[in-house]
């Protein structure tokens, strides 16, 4: 009974490093510390949290699509938080982007 729940835990972890390594692409390691695995593995997680997040909130089906969907909705944000950090209009950001799409 301990061995099977033993191995019944290495597979979710398995399955688990499975997922992050496809989607996030976490097969190469930057730092080989301990500290620094730490730390890739935690941000990872957090962004597949949100991503799952992303995902339950605009109901997308799969992650491969949503993945660049919540990519560009961020970077969207991000420059519109900035723009108005600088004190721009980030309405002409909504503007631009919808005569380049044309």
């Not at 519109?80 to 721009?88: A, D, E, R």
Request: positive net charge.
């Amino acid at each position: 009974e301990d061995v099977t729940e033993v191995y019944r835990r290495r597979w979710d972890i398995e399955v688990f490093f499975k997922f992050i390594k496809q989607l996030f692409n976490f097969s190469h390691l930057v730092n080989r510390s301990e500290n620094g695995i730490k730390v890739v593995l935690y941000v990872t997680m957090i962004a597949a949290i949100l991503l799952s997040a992303y995902k339950k909130e605009t109901k997308q089906p799969g992650y491969k699509i949503p993945r660049l969907k919540f990519a560009a909705d961020l970077e969207a944000e991000i420059i519109k938080y900035l723009i108005i950090k600088c004190g721009g209009d980030p309405e002409k950001m909504n503007a631009i982007l919808l005569c380049n799409s044309s």
